[in-house]
RNA sequence: GCGCCUGUAGCUCAGUUGGAUAGAGCAACGGCUUUCUAAGCCGUGUGCCAGAGGUUCGAAUCCUCUCAGGCGCACCA
């Protein structure tokens, strides 16, 4: 437990206490207990800690405000706890201010724990599935790929510092109508190469990566499916094309620092009958009926204002099916304790059918939750240019990288909540001035190094480091700042939302910058040097924890 | 027409799930280096929190409506 929760608990303790003992002597009654919630004022003066808990109680108690604030403070035993003085201001709050000895232990808990510093067990045992990205495997990756990328990667990694057994999964959409079309692309091209005059379809895949797979397989092959049934041979392009692509869609995102555990095949879903009995489940429960030659889930029955196909008139079943399949394979199957995908904003809709679908299966919804991430905008020259796959003019992740590098990528992708639409300007991006706060980050953590090289030969362990000595405000700033970082953690895992943790390294390396600045560290006074040491080492730890979540490298020299 | 997301400083965004005087970065201006990396630090302004009602001790935050932008509303995914 990091020392922000032992103080936490104690003062919510102490605040029970208090109210148990205004209660006892008469000073007001009470029918509910308040919560016992603690906020962080904003303002300095105000204390670490603050509550409302005297502004809760006047309707049951009759009192006012002021008047319980005043029997709780009375009645408050703060002997022995890291609680200093408390205050009553403003309305009624009642604000705690701490011996300053608190910030002392965040540094010593650092120290200890060095590169878990920041970790927790609150969900310890339980399992994680994260799902991303996800995308068709019908061209290479694009840059709208890079966001979710970025918070699938990221959130999970938080998940994993909160305790849970993380699974990153890529559901691999090799079956279904983009396949076929993939397929009749393919086709078209290659008997197009091989001279023949065919109409290329209308709503195919235009980008020249389809005509390159083919030209390669043609160089491998010659044209001697050209004489093969439309059918078998669009099979047999599929299967080529969609090996090379999944290959690169490895590579490509390995090089973006996304490691998968699972890549989930939609197809399996077919082949092993999981489709099938999923059907018959539905069926039993009653929550399919057909017309119109389909079969339709009731998700009227779930709130929804329509309900949706599950297999079509021609037999074949829909996306939204094999996703049912594919969602009771994980929580029935594998036993996941929760399921979190990151879609883009444009996949809203589905989120209430397919919890809909899965309360008709018998799993709890509330384990299933979907980040909505607005889509990118990519802004050229001030312009807006739509990114289309079909129309061949994604930019590929892999430029995108090239240009920009991993680091900065997932950083920028990563800087906003997913909820925020979000503008990717291609210029802004590629230019690599101090106005990418990466930069900001990246060179507090060699400058802290680079201290740490020079003072290896000087820190003389004959004196003892003396914590205390640290009293500057920018110190403490400091100090407070890294208590914070297990905080951020869980809050990030809470509210799904990873942008969190990049903040967060903004702010430390701004609380870093104004102590480098304000304090040197190398002085004569031994056991403040020492102290200064360990308190930079400190944060050079949490920087590297931090960025380490975020998949961003912490550079020891720039 | 219906649903979801968004609307906060000139720009990009935070705002601890209802708290006290609404904050950062960028941009603008002015300062800081005989000493550990100036890719840095310090200082100076700006707000009808889109608008109107409501809920209560208290609202950027919750409810209703209006306006503006984005995204959905397929036997596509």
């Known amino acids: 437990m990091y020392i922000r929760e032992k103080i936490e608990e104690q003062i919510k303790q102490i605040m029970a206490d208090a109210l148990n003992k205004s209660v006892a002597g008469g000073a007001f009654s009470i029918e509910t207990m308040p919560d016992l919630f603690l906020e962080m004022p904003r303002e300095k003066e105000h204390g670490e800690y603050s509550t409302n808990m005297a502004m809760q109680l006047p309707k049951q108690t009759r009192k006012s405000p002021r008047y319980i604030a005043e029997a709780l403070v009375e009645n408050m035993e703060t002997e022995g706890s890291y609680i200093d003085t408390v205050e009553i201001a403003?309305?009624?709050?009642?604000?705690?201010?701490?011996?300053?000895i608190w910030q002392y232990s965040a540094l010593e808990e650092i120290s200890a724990l060095k590169e878990n510093y920041g970790r927790s067990t609150k969900n310890t045992g339980k399992t994680f599935n994260m799902?991303?990205?996800?995308?068709?495997p019908t061209g290479p990756m694009?840059?709208?790929?890079?966001?979710?990328?970025?918070?699938?990667?990221?959130?999970?990694s938080v998940a994993n510092w909160t305790g849970y057994e993380v699974t990153r999964e890529f559901y691999i959409n090799d079956a279904g109508n983009q396949i076929v079309k993939f397929g009749d692309s393919l086709d078209a091209r290659y008997r197009q190469l091989l001279g023949e005059e065919v109409l290329f379809p209308a709503d195919g895949y235009q980008g020249d990566d389809i005509t390159e797979h083919m030209k390669d397989f043609i160089a491998l092959e010659g044209d001697q499916h050209l004489a093969l049934e439309s059918h078998a041979r669009k099979e047999i392009l599929v299967e080529y094309a969609l090996e090379k692509n999944l290959t690169q869609i490895k590579k490509d995102l390995e090089t973006y620092g996304i490691h998968y555990d699972v890549w989930f095949s939609e197809q399996s879903l077919y082949d092993s009958g999981a489709i099938e009995s999923t059907i018959e489940l539905l069926k039993k429960g009653g929550f399919a009926y057909e017309q119109d030659g389909a079969l339709w889930f009731k998700a009227t029955?779930?709130?929804?204002?329509?309900?949706?196909?599950?297999?079509?008139?021609?037999g074949l079943p829909t996306y939204f099916m094999?996703?049912?399949a594919y969602h009771m394979d994980k929580f029935i199957n594998r036993g996941f304790?929760?399921?979190?995908?990151?879609?883009?904003?444009?996949?809203?809709?589905?989120?209430?059918?397919?919890k809909g679908a899965l309360t008709a299966v018998e799993i709890n919804p509330n384990q299933f939750e979907v980040v909505i991430m607005q889509l990118v905008r990519l802004l050229r020259n001030g312009e807006v240019a739509r990114m289309s796959k079909r129309q061949g003019k994604a930019i590929a992740l892999t430029d995108l990288i090239d240009e920009v590098g991993v680091d900065a990528t997932r950083f920028f992708f990563n800087l906003r909540s997913p909820d925020s639409h979000f503008d990717f300007d291609l210029a802004l991006a590629i230019e690599q001035s101090s106005d990418n706060p990466v930069f900001y980050v990246q060179y507090a953590h060699a400058r802290i190094c680079s201290i740490i090289r020079q003072m290896a030969e000087e820190v003389n362990d004959e004196v003892p480091m003396d914590l205390t000595r640290l009293i500057e405000k920018e110190e403490f700033h400091l100090l407070e700042t890294l208590s914070l970082f297990p905080n951020e953690i869980l809050l990030?895992?809470?509210r799904l939302d990873p942008s969190r943790i990049t903040r967060y390294t903004i702010e430390l390396a701004s609380a870093f910058h104004s102590f480098y600045n304000a304090c040197h560290v190398r002085v004569e006074d031994f056991p403040l040097m020492n102290a200064r040491v360990a308190l930079i080492e400190a944060t050079q730890q949490v920087i590297q924890n931090a960025l380490g979540i975020l998949g961003v490298t912490a550079p020891e020299r720039m």
Do not use: T, Y
């Not at 403003?90 to 300053?100: H, S, V």
């Open 90 to 100: 403003g309305p009624g709050f009642i604000n705690f201010k701490l011996k300053k």
């Open 301 to 314: 029955s779930f709130g929804s204002d329509k309900d949706d196909v599950l297999i079509r008139a021609n």
């Open 337 to 354: 304790d929760r399921c979190i995908n990151v879609w883009g904003a444009d996949h809203h809709g589905h989120i209430a059918r397919l």
């Open 142 to 156: 694009h840059m709208g790929n890079a966001r979710g990328g970025a918070i699938g990667d990221i959130l999970a």
């Open 322 to 324: 094999a996703d049912i």
């Open 492 to 494: 990030a895992e809470e």
């Open 131 to 136: 799902e991303f990205i996800s995308a068709n």
